[in-house]
């Protein structure tokens, strides 16, 4: 991998928890007030978990698991 295709993940990876972050807190602040949308609320949910998945692939790419 070269420094620069490093670097592009890094900053990809960065991006990724950010959103993850803010997901976090738009369904914390949805959940809190009453009557909220359970819909909404769900599908969040759902993008949150694909971007920890995501974010999973990119430490993978980053961080190999070198078995010695």
Sequence with gaps: MTSDEE????????RLKQEHRDLDAAIEALTAVSGSDILQVQRLK???LQLKD???QVEDELFPD???
């Design 7 to 14: 670097r592009d993940l890094r900053v990809l990876l960065e």
């Design 46 to 48: 759902k993008r949150k």
């Design 54 to 56: 995501r974010i999973s």
């Design 66 to 68: 070198i078995i010695a």
